[in-house]
């Protein structure tokens, strides 16, 4: 059931940046295509239509196909790869780390937005067709950000020493994750399906690629989720023409800084996200992702002895596209080339660097995808939502800093009046006549009135601060209670998607989980979603 709706901009945890793209502030207008409303579809799907080349899809299908070939698919993901053919399909896609077994919760939350995309658009467009696509990012390298979860308040690590893309990386050593998964769990209730999915996913499968896509469609494949992998060197061929405009001409780095420079005359409030690099690619191959370097001409790989000369390396890459990885700035535009994409579902941070990539885009000639902030959720249980009532709160005061809601709470229930507004008013009145004489007589003392003004001020503040330390003294019991619930919903004083692992969720829930997120969370809301879970 749903408890409670909460504007992103309230909740303060969405950054001046996305909080202005989700009011359509016109400064911001020149940094993307059309915003995500579903009238606005028509346009976007106009557009992709007029410039993604028919052989694409031919490449795309059969690569799936071969991706797929050693899995067991649904009806519906079969369905979907074999609509992708049509002229008349298009994708709506998100894109996500192979953080071990999902990582933080929002992970979920990511999927469940572009499945509910995909089908409110086949709802609104009969003569078109929809699908919901998960593009794993395969070729990360940064493994300590992916290497574990969340479970219990415990993280459950694998101690591995890896390097290269993460996707390529062999699951030797996850028994060991597994032993410990399983010890955690204990014997609570739905433990079983918890652990024959971990089994399934990683000690059968024999590198974390496989062992992803097998996870992500046990879950959503009955969705007719479509999982992406761009380590591929036929999607990699339909690359080449953009990674030589990035490599020889630096189409990106030149385009994207200007983006940037405009972004901070909009707002100084507008944190850059990310930073183009001359060369957006790094040299790929197993055990080895490095970034492309040029010097005098010459190419080489960092931290390595591998060089070409500019003949060398464009050979290199018609040759062996596969060994040629885009960074976070190019991935992007890979994405939008290989899929008939027309939105892109993310959080926060990654919209920050989409609105970065437009006049790239447009100066390459490729369609820029809608651009959807994700859903976003705090599950609540019963006990915990009576919990909040009886201390006469609301869900959202819990969003607030733990320093500023104790301080409120404290305010609200203490019978002594602790906040000094109505002294310091009354101290300002005093200070305006001594102004007033100050203007009479000599000017130079207005100074010296302004430094008394000023000291006195002060002695209220830290006599206001000190009644209040006292007053939470006394009322400690009311302090534990109130901190003891946020610190459950809110673990680490940080959101709870981006700390616990959907895992401690389905112990309680079980497959209850997933129907209830594809049936509350609606793509084109601007709210941060409260669910009661039983």
């Not at 086949?122 to 950000?145: G, I, K, L, R």
Request: proline share 3%.
């Amino acid at each position: 059931m749903e408890v409670e709706c909460i504007p992103f901009k309230e909740t303060g945890y969405f950054s001046q940046l996305i909080c202005d793209y989700l009011d359509q502030k016109k400064e911001l207008s020149p940094f993307y295509n059309r915003f995500p409303l579903l009238e606005n579809f028509d346009d976007q799907i106009k557009e992709k239509a007029s410039n993604y080349p028919k052989t694409n899809r031919t490449v795309l299908v059969n690569s799936l196909k071969n991706q797929y070939k050693n899995i067991e698919i649904s009806n519906g993901t079969q369905e979907n790869i074999d609509a992708l053919k049509d002229e008349k399909t298009f994708t709506v896609v998100t894109g996500h780390q192979l953080n071990l077994f999902t990582g933080p919760l929002y992970f979920l939350y990511k999927i469940v937005s572009t499945i509910n995309l995909a089908k409110k658009l086949n709802e609104q467009h009969s003569d078109h067709h929809f699908v919901p696509v998960y593009w794993m990012a395969t070729e990360d390298h940064d493994f300590d950000e992916i290497n574990y979860f969340n479970l219990h308040g415990k993280k459950v690590l694998w101690n591995k020493k890896a390097a290269g893309a993460v996707g390529r990386l062999s699951t030797d050593g996850l028994e060991d994750v597994f032993e410990i998964f399983v010890a955690e769990l204990g014997n609570l209730g739905l433990t079983d399906s918890l652990k024959e999915l971990f089994r399934s996913s990683y000690l059968e499968h024999s590198n974390l690629t496989d062992a992803t896509r097998y996870l992500a469609n046990a879950l959503f494949g009955e969705q007719g989720l479509v999982i992406v992998d761009g380590d591929d060197k036929d999607l990699k061929q339909l690359l080449v023409p953009f990674a030589k405009k990035d490599i020889l001409e630096q189409t990106p780095f030149k385009r994207i800084s200007e983006t940037i420079k405009e972004l901070s005359k909009a707002s100084s409030d507008y944190n850059i996200q990310v930073n183009p690099r001359e060369i957006n690619y790094f040299y790929l191959k197993d055990g080895l992702r490095e970034r492309i370097v040029e010097k005098n001409g010459k190419y080489g790989v960092v931290g390595t002895q591998i060089q070409f000369s500019r003949e060398e390396l464009l050979s290199e890459l018609e040759a062996s596209p596969e060994r040629f990885s885009p960074n976070v700035v190019a991935r992007p535009l890979y994405q939008e080339v290989i899929l008939p994409n027309l939105c892109y579902i993310g959080g926060g941070g990654e919209l920050a660097y989409w609105l970065e990539l437009k006049s790239y885009f447009n100066e390459v000639g490729v369609t820029f995808p809608m651009l959807m902030l994700r859903n976003s959720a705090l599950l609540i249980t019963e006990k915990q939502s009576e919990k909040v009532k009886k201390m006469g709160l609301k869900v959202s005061h819990l969003f607030m800093k733990q320093h500023s809601l104790i301080n409120k709470k404290i305010r609200d229930i203490s019978n002594i009046d602790i906040d000094f507004s109505p002294q310091k008013k009354l101290l300002e009145e005093q200070f305006q006549h001594m102004y007033d004489l100050a203007e009479q007589t000599d000017k130079s003392f207005l100074g010296a009135v302004k430094a008394q003004e000023v000291k006195q001020k002060k002695g209220l503040d830290v006599l206001e601060k000190r009644l209040l330390k006292a007053q939470k003294k006394k009322l400690k019991d009311h302090v534990v209670r109130l901190t003891d619930l946020q610190n459950e919903l809110f673990p680490n004083q940080s959101l709870q998607e981006r700390q616990l692992n959907f895992s401690e969720i389905y112990l309680e829930m079980g497959d209850t989980l997933i129907p209830l997120l594809l049936d509350k969370l609606d793509p084109f809301s601007k709210d941060f979603i409260v669910l009661r879970r039983a």
